[in-house]
């Protein structure tokens, strides 16, 4: 039985990864579009339910994850036309409902990057929720999509990790197609019907601008930061993805960088004494901090940093040395994201908006965040964890700017353990959307009889281009003491949905 399950799997799963392809570059709603979507649904439903059998059989987490993701996109995906046309049925509110419940358990109980899933699923099947509601004013369009482009994902996810999962590094694996997928998403939606969809993606913004924007617009709010995306070389053979931005005018780097083959997900700054402008060199100095192997060991350092920059247009070109590596090459390209904001704010946009949402009540809103984190013990150089899902649930105040959340984390501290807390935190200033925060916490060892509170000191801040955003980027650092043992978490980048505007 299963050699026949894993026969039809793979048959079905090779024909959804070509046919998918005919929808999206064949004209939309034409003959071709129409049955190549249709194959593409079928060969799905083959693929998810093989999946969630193989995985029952063999107890393969990862591909339970993924079918039951992928069936409730193609679900979705097939009936937004036919709900649009007449109205939600019973059981399209049955299936959301067990879609959210399902998304809730995996990120309760999935190991490492698999908690993506649940946090996908639960988003998308409450979202949908609301949207039946209200089906009369929903574009149907766009979340057919974006549901279709999800269970392609989803596809080439599994793909990826079962035949790359030995050669790459497993973050790019997970998230990569996620990352790749949702642009297209933004990109088709707008093409389609000239409006983005809300979806969780770092690159979301009101409006896209040429990098420098500062250069001719002043040191305003929403000039502060631009986003950067690119590749890295170390010592030639050592290939990294980077994911940061430049910060204060021009002067400042952030950035997080994903090896593809080695491991050690290293987090740096990097100043630049003069502006980066375009058709001009700038030298910078920076800090990192990175894992290396030593001795069999696993060793926690902060190599120094130093090179020259090349700004051509949005392309950023740098070469540089440090005290860990001997050279570096690196290409990133810079866009503006929060430019948009500024002039919707100078239309009165967001003023209407935050009236808005003032005579709905939702300034005020349920909050939910996910973001990568590694954990470190302060008194030594050791990592605890290199990289685990922090996630957090919980509500805003607007007019007290305070948070509250539950959190949740797992990693290793001696053994695998899984901490479930408190936190409180207040809004202390904003600058220049850096809006900073300072709040105290308070976890529970799931795992440990006694002593098993802790307590804990948070710090931060959010990217916050105005004050009514449905999301905002964070960065948190938690000081706690566990088992007599000082600990550092940093959380890296985490997104933070507000729900009341979200939805």
């Known amino acids: 039985m299963y050699s026949i399950l894993l026969f039809v799997h793979i048959i079905a799963g090779s024909f959804s990864l070509i046919i998918g392809l005919v929808p999206f570059f064949s004209r939309k709603g034409g003959k071709k579009h129409r049955l190549g979507g249709n194959l593409f649904v079928y060969s799905m439903f083959i693929v998810s339910i093989s999946a969630i059998s193989i995985a029952v059989m063999k107890q393969l987490q990862f591909l339970l994850l993924i079918g039951l993701f992928s069936s409730y996109m193609i679900f979705l995906g097939k009936r937004s036309f036919k709900i649009k046309k007449s109205h939600p049925k019973r059981v399209d509110y049955i299936i959301s409902s067990v879609a959210t419940v399902i998304g809730i358990l995996l990120i309760v109980y999935s190991p490492g990057y698999l908690k993506i899933f649940g946090i996908l699923l639960s988003i998308f099947a409450l979202t949908d929720i609301k949207k039946?509601?209200?089906?009369?004013?929903?574009?149907?369009?766009?979340?057919?999509?974006?549901?279709?482009?999800?269970?392609?994902?989803?596809?080439?996810?599994?793909?990826?990790?079962?035949?790359?999962?030995?050669?790459?590094?497993?973050?790019?694996?997970?998230?990569?197609?996620?990352?790749?997928?949702?642009?297209?998403?933004?990109?088709?939606?707008?093409?389609?019907?000239?409006?983005?969809?809300?979806?969780?993606?770092?690159?979301?913004?009101?409006?896209?601008?040429?990098?420098?924007?500062?250069?001719?617009?002043?040191?305003?709010?929403?000039?502060?930061?631009?986003?950067?995306?690119?590749?890295?070389?170390?010592?030639?053979?050592?290939?990294?993805?980077?994911?940061?931005?430049?910060?204060?005018?021009?002067?400042?780097?952030?950035?997080?960088?994903?090896?593809?083959?080695?491991?050690?997900?290293?987090?740096?700054?990097?100043?630049?004494?003069?502006?980066?402008?375009?058709?001009?060199?700038?030298?910078?100095?920076?800090?990192?901090?990175?894992?290396?192997?030593?001795?069999?060991?696993?060793?926690?350092?902060?190599?120094?940093?130093?090179?020259?920059?090349?700004?051509?247009?949005?392309?950023?070109?740098?070469?540089?040395?440090?005290?860990?590596?001997?050279?570096?090459?690196?290409?990133?390209?810079?866009?503006?994201?929060?430019?948009?904001?500024?002039?919707?704010?100078?239309?009165?946009?967001?003023?209407?908006?935050?009236?808005?949402?003032?005579?709905?009540?939702?300034?005020?809103?349920?909050?939910?965040?996910?973001?990568?984190?590694?954990?470190?013990?302060?008194?030594?150089?050791?990592?605890?964890?290199?990289?685990?899902?922090?996630?957090?649930?919980?509500?805003?105040?607007?007019y007290q700017d305070i948070q509250f959340n539950l959190i949740y984390r797992s990693f290793e501290l001696e053994a695998k353990r899984k901490f479930i807390g408190i936190e409180i935190l207040k809004y202390l200033f904003d600058y220049n959307g850096f809006a900073f925060f300072s709040g105290l916490n308070s976890s529970y060892d799931l795992q440990k009889s006694l002593n098993n509170i802790h307590y804990g000191l948070t710090f931060g801040w959010d990217i916050r281009p105005s004050d009514v955003d449905s999301f905002y980027l964070r960065t948190n650092v938690r000081f706690s003491k566990i088992q007599n043992k000082q600990t550092l978490e940093v959380n890296f980048i985490q997104l933070v949905l507000f729900l009341d505007r979200l939805l």
Request: net charge positive; with cysteine; proline share 3%.
């Open 132 to 398: 039946y509601k209200n089906h009369k004013s929903c574009n149907w369009q766009n979340i057919h999509i974006a549901r279709m482009i999800g269970a392609y994902i989803s596809t080439v996810t599994a793909f990826l990790v079962v035949n790359l999962s030995g050669e790459l590094n497993g973050l790019l694996l997970w998230l990569g197609p996620s990352v790749i997928g949702t642009a297209v998403i933004i990109y088709w939606s707008r093409k389609s019907v000239g409006l983005p969809i809300v979806i969780l993606i770092l690159l979301s913004s009101y409006q896209y601008s040429p990098a420098q924007v500062y250069i001719n617009g002043g040191k305003t709010k929403h000039r502060f930061a631009q986003m950067t995306l690119g590749l890295e070389s170390r010592n030639i053979i050592e290939p990294r993805i980077l994911i940061g931005g430049t910060h204060f005018w021009g002067h400042a780097d952030f950035y997080l960088s994903i090896p593809l083959i080695t491991k050690g997900v290293e987090t740096g700054f990097k100043y630049y004494p003069w502006q980066i402008k375009n058709n001009s060199f700038s030298p910078y100095l920076g800090i990192s901090a990175n894992v290396i192997e030593s001795n069999g060991k696993e060793k926690f350092i902060t190599p120094l940093l130093i090179g020259l920059n090349y700004c051509t247009g949005n392309n950023l070109i740098e070469i540089g040395t440090s005290t860990d590596y001997l050279i570096n090459l690196t290409y990133k390209y810079s866009f503006d994201t929060t430019i948009g904001v500024e002039n919707a704010t100078k239309s009165g946009y967001i003023h209407n908006l935050r009236e808005h949402y003032k005579k709905k009540g939702k300034l005020n809103s349920i909050t939910f965040g996910a973001g990568f984190s590694s954990v470190f013990l302060t008194s030594s150089d050791e990592l605890l964890s290199d990289l685990y899902i922090d996630l957090s649930a919980g509500y805003y105040l607007y």
